[in-house]
T-cell receptor
Framework: GAVVSQHPSWVICKSGTSVKIECRSL??????MFWYRQFPKQSLMLMAT?????????EQGVEKDKFLINHASLTLSTLTVTSAHPEDSSFYIC????????????FGPGTRLTVT | QQQVKQSPQSLIVQKGGISIINCAYE??????FPWYQQFPGKGPALLIA?????SEKKEGRFTISFNKSAKQFSLHIMDSQPGDSATYFC?????????????FGQGTILTVHP
């Protein structure tokens, strides 16, 4: 099956600092990747769509200047949480759609961010 | 209109039983309906998915039933096992510029007792 990895798996940072999370599709190419956020015991909420070679598109209510997304290649997208605050603490999960095949969407293992 | 409503919130089933989780949607533009399984601290894993031109799809112990007129779809897990204990999410997405953007249901916590 398709594999999507994320790094780091968990991170603790101080309020006001920035954190970068990487999302990689390991065995397939993906022109489109997505970033979701999941608070404890809640569902996943789409934050933004990351397109290789173009600007990311953000869902309503998501601050694009706070959550910087860069889709540098067909296998890598990064999410940078800038000037993090405790309310940004969450589980961040990326997903990727295979270029070939039935266009199923595969999710990474997630990154647990804790802002102190 | 973008919501996907999922029920029940939690479900307890005995080993060997059938687990049934239901979802309903409003947006008739949705054309892809996947189900995901998530274990604590992990990302969701795709279980099975269906498109509206099919009323049922089966893969192993997992079956999706789809009722286009009622705008409902459900997941049936046959011969449920303790290892199936997890949170299950239904989701939906549509094509065009929103291709791949998944709207998730609220999730169902499934517990299968041995």
């Amino acid at each position: 099956g398709a594999v999507v990895s994320q790094h780091p798996s968990w991170v603790i940072c101080k309020s006001g600092t920035s954190v970068k999370i990487e999302c990689r599709s390991l065995d397939f190419q993906a022109t489109t990747m997505f970033w979701y956020r999941q608070f404890p015991k809640q569902s996943l909420m789409l934050m933004a769509t990351s397109n290789e070679g173009s600007k990311a598109t953000y869902e309503q209510g998501v601050e694009k200047d706070k959550f910087l997304i860069n889709h540098a290649s067909l296998t890598l997208s990064t999410l940078t949480v800038t000037s993090a605050h405790p309310e940004d603490s969450s589980f961040y999960i990326c997903s990727a759609i295979r270029l070939a095949g039935a266009h199923e969407q595969y999710f990474g293992p997630g990154t647990r961010l804790t802002v102190t | 209109q973008q919501q996907v409503k999922q029920s029940p919130q939690s479900l307890i089933v005995q080993k060997g039983g059938i687990s049934i989780i239901n979802c309903a949607y409003e947006n008739t533009a949705f054309d892809y309906f996947p189900w995901y399984q998530q274990f604590p601290g992990k990302g969701p894993a795709l279980l099975i998915a269906i498109r509206p031109d099919v009323s049922e799809k089966k893969e192993g112990r997992f079956t999706i039933s789809f009722n286009k007129s009622a705008k409902q779809f459900s997941l049936h897990i046959m011969d449920s096992q303790p290892g199936d204990s997890a949170t299950y999410f239904c989701a939906a997405s549509r094509g065009g510029t929103s291709y791949g953007k998944l709207t998730f249901g609220q999730g169902t916590i499934l517990t299968v007792h041995p």
